[in-house]
């Protein structure tokens, strides 16, 4: 069975930081690219950061240019485990976060954790 468990969410004051761990189970994880995507109250859900198969040149890394410089994702192959290490966090970073397993034809979502920044 597909499981994707996101952990590490809570409440931080602004210019604070978390770590986000993703843990999975069920499948191939070195050979799916890992992305973390968020979804703030009362907006669509939008693209974090992502992190590259094995297969992936150097696990190659990409970030929405909001995040950019502040947030960090990262993956151990070894512990079936994506994190998202975000720092100087602002309220705007308030959201679901969750995380995304896809290799071409299939993808596999978590439930989410919570992030709030807020004073």
């Known amino acids: 069975q597909v499981q994707l468990v996101e952990s590490g969410g809570g409440l931080v004051q602004p210019g604070g930081s978390l770590r986000l761990s993703c843990a999975a189970s069920?499948?191939?994880?070195?050979?799916?690219?890992m992305s973390w995507y968020r979804q703030a109250p009362g907006k669509e859900r939008e693209f974090v950061a992502r992190?590259?198969?094995?297969?992936?040149?150097?696990?190659?890394?990409t970030y929405a240019d909001s995040v950019k410089g502040r947030f960090t994702i990262s993956r151990n192959n070894g512990k079936n485990t994506v994190y998202l290490q975000m720092n100087s966090l602002e309220p705007e970073d308030t959201a679901v976060y969750y995380c995304?397993?896809?290799?071409?034809?299939?993808?596999?979502w978590g439930k989410g954790t919570l992030v709030t920044v807020s004073s």
């Open positions: 995304k397993a896809v290799r071409p034809g299939s993808d596999y």
């Open positions: 069920g499948f191939t994880f070195s050979a799916y690219h």
């Open positions: 992190i590259g198969s094995i297969a992936s040149v150097g696990s190659s890394t």
